[in-house]
């Protein structure tokens, strides 16, 4: 089973918690130039570990040419399968929207230049702006491979994405009782565009729901995908995880 989004780097123990409910891969999100770097570190340190590196949305006062050009020079290495996670996040207020635009298209293109895998945060605020610009922004600019992560359900995000051939990702939170729509969208989208991810530390899957998650804990959202969509959980590990690999083009 892989983790196809967690960060490693802000977790107890990485190593030891790699083992956990047959765990088999993890790629872990390294949101800053020192997230990358310990991301990094955690790829050469550890087996089947990939990284994704980039700036968050949340942590766009650290853009900036100098953050840019290490970030530049990170994704090179070849252990790093995808940037970001880049995008729109206005749960805060709108006060970064510019520069998180900023940031998400740099991101973008970078994803072009080294065939990477982009992969997305969208966060509402007070309504569905930053979900409909990012929409847009993924019809204009069409990544060759995208990842909308911890999916949010939009439907204009739903339908740019499967029109582009882009992945969904879902997390703990599918197993929330107001996740409704999401567990909707999990049920009917396409198999095959599916990821399963966890996220951690965030968005423990219930009943761990308040603590830290951890990549094992995958496998609580697995089961709940597994009732939803009616196909056994052994069958579907194996459909996610052939998913990741073409998410983020994996190998070894
Ligand atoms: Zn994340």
Redesign the pocket.
Known sequence: MIDS?C?LDLLENPKQLLSENGLSGVIT?G?TPPGARAALALCAELERVWAVVGLHPNEVEADGAAARAELEELVQHPSVVGIG?AGLDDHWGREQHEAQLSSLLWQLDLAGRTHKTCVL?IRDGEDDRASRSCAEVLRDKKPERAVL??FNGHPALLEVALELGYFLGFAGNLTYKSAGRLREVAASAPLDRLLLET?SP?LSPVPHRGQPNRPGLARLTLQRLSELRGIAEAELEIQMDHNAERAYALVG
């Open positions: 989004h960060h999100v949101t996670e945060h992560h911890c996220d965030y």
